[in-house]
């Protein structure tokens, strides 16, 4: 498997070259990411991984670049200046991976080796069609009266490898659909909310976010996402009449909307593979002092994913306009994170959220949080 490397920080490039070269992986390391993108052009490379911030050109244009000419390719992205923004900007330009530096080593190279498996499948895909159509000329033959018992032996070999060949490629591709679905889902729960557009989607990115600050491994991580798309998933229960009336709920309907939670648990309860993302459709609405519900769990009773959910579902439900209020500016919404520390949220998970957002580079909203 063959590797770009682009990065202007050369101990760094070299380190990784020394990482990766003992697992049989063939690196070219480019400081210029102009000259790395001339030689992906000539040759074939399988990946690339680039530094996010140079001085030629950043790694959005590189990821662009190469995608330009091969969407195929798996782009990795490596940034000392892990933000949000940074985040969410390579993720929907195709990047495969986000790294943060200093890098973890461990999962960088799960990382490669998930990428190494995925490539070998699609490989033997290719190999199963040239092989199919080795099939089809084989029973032209036969047809013509042409063959012998080797070539029947033959036959059956290529047609054993074949189905198993097949099965492997519906594995994949049922794993492909399955995310496909919990994508389908989310998508049309929010259609139905006039006033949460874009909601699943921004709090997904903000759990991820979390997530990988905890350092939770790339497995994790895709529970996670698929997790967090899921979590509004029982309003798909709720009236429409409730869900979009345009001014305060009463009591009664707010009681109405609580049992959201509820009704997504029990849609997904005991559906194989669909359980492990039940936590973060529990939990999302508990509070740290237990005054939240459905079950009024408290502290670290409430599982981390159902933490964490509740700091980003909230933050975002503060960030957006309603009929009857006005969003939050995000400084705003960010001191009320604060203030809710150790009541509404978890105190850890606040302290991650928030050095996340101070960190950032433009930060204009966060002066007002400063003041
Ligand atoms: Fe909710």
Redo the contacts with the bound molecule.
């Keep these: 498997m063959e590797i770009m490397l682009i990065d202007d920080d050369l101990p760094c490039i070299n380190n990784l070259k020394d990482a990766l070269d003992p697992g049989g992986y063939k690196c070219t390391i480019f400081q210029d990411p102009r000259e790395g993108i001339s030689a992906f052009k000539k040759h074939d490379f399988d990946i690339v991984v680039t530094d996010f911030k140079m001085p030629e050109m950043n790694g959005i244009e590189v990821l662009k670049e190469i995608h330009e000419y091969n969407p195929n390719t798996y782009v990795i992205m490596l940034t000392g200046y892990a933000d949000i923004e940074n985040a969410i900007e390579s993720v929907n330009n195709g990047a495969y991976a986000f790294f943060r530096k200093p890098l973890n080593f461990k999962e960088f190279m799960d990382t490669i080796s998930r990428i190494y498996i995925e490539l070998s499948h699609i490989k033997e895909i290719n190999r199963t069609i040239q092989e199919m159509r080795g099939i089809i000329n084989f029973k032209d033959s036969l047809s013509s009266g042409t063959n012998d018992n080797k070539n029947i032996h033959h036959f059956n070999k290529v047609l054993k490898n074949n189905i198993s060949a097949l099965l492997d490629d519906m594995q994949l591709q049922s794993n492909e659909y399955f995310i496909k679905n919990i994508e389908f889902m989310a998508k049309a729960v929010e259609a139905r909310d006039n006033y949460t557009s874009g909601h699943v989607g921004r709090v997904t990115a903000y759990i991820m976010v979390i997530a990988t600050k905890l350092g939770w491994n790339q497995k994790k991580l895709e529970q996670v996402y698929l997790g967090s798309l899921l ?2 998933i029982g ?1 798909i229960g709720i009236s429409d009449t409730i869900l979009n009336k345009p001014s305060p709920l009463t009591d009664e309907e707010f009681e109405l909307i609580k049992t ?2 509820m009704i997504g648990v029990n849609m997904l309860k005991g559906m194989p593979r669909y359980d492990e993302f039940i936590e973060y459709i529990r939990c ?2 508990e509070r740290y002092d237990g005054k939240g519900y459905p079950t009024g769990l408290k502290g670290k009773e409430i599982p981390i994913e159902g933490r964490i959910a509740c700091v980003a ?1 909230s933050f975002d439900s503060m960030t957006t306009d309603r009929p009857y209020r006005n969003a939050l500016s995000m400084g705003a919404a960010f001191a009320e994170v604060a203030r809710c520390s150790g009541t509404q949220f978890d105190p850890e998970i606040v302290e991650i959220f928030l050095s996340m957002f101070q960190s950032r580079s433009i930060g204009v909203e966060f002066m007002e949080l400063k003041k």
Excluded: A
Aim: proline share 0%; net charge negative.
């Design positions: 979590h509004d309003k959201h939670v999302h609405h579902d």
